[in-house]
Nanobody, 115 residues
Framework: QVQLVESGGGLVQAGGSLRLSCAAS????????MGWYRQAPGKQRELVAT?????STNYADSVKGRFTISREKNTMYLQMNSLKPEDTAVYYC???????????WGRGTQVTVSS
């Protein structure tokens, strides 16, 4: 089985930075897709950023220019700069792995940005 574990969340002031990590462990043959989602209290979970096996990236308009997604082997990162209170949410790691294309989710890490 594959597990995804997020880390790096915390409390920061507006304008500050955080770097989230997502470590994938287990039997992994290929990484087809990985991405970051977030869910704020009382709101639906939304896509933040994605990265393909070839390194192509996409970002939600709300974070474009401030967040950077990257991957090194089986670890995915989300560098978050110029954080805003609106970025406060639980951030989740998502991945589609293997030739079968199974989907996995992490348990999430809390990011809180104070005014």
């Amino acid at each position: 089985q594959v597990q995804l574990v997020e880390s790096g969340g915390g409390l920061v002031q507006a304008g500050g930075s955080l770097r989230l990590s997502c470590a994938a462990s287990g039997i992994i043959s290929t990484i087809n897709y990985m991405g970051w989602y977030r869910q704020a209290p009382g709101k639906q979970r939304e896509l933040v950023a994605t990265i393909t096996s070839g390194g192509s990236t996409n970002y939600a308009d709300s974070v474009k220019g401030r967040f950077t997604i990257s991957r090194e082997k089986n670890t995915m990162y989300l560098q978050m700069n110029s954080l805003k209170p609106e970025d406060t949410a639980v951030y989740y790691c998502n991945a589609v792995l293997g030739i079968v294309g199974n989907t996995y989710w992490g348990r999430g890490t809390q990011v809180t940005v104070s005014s």
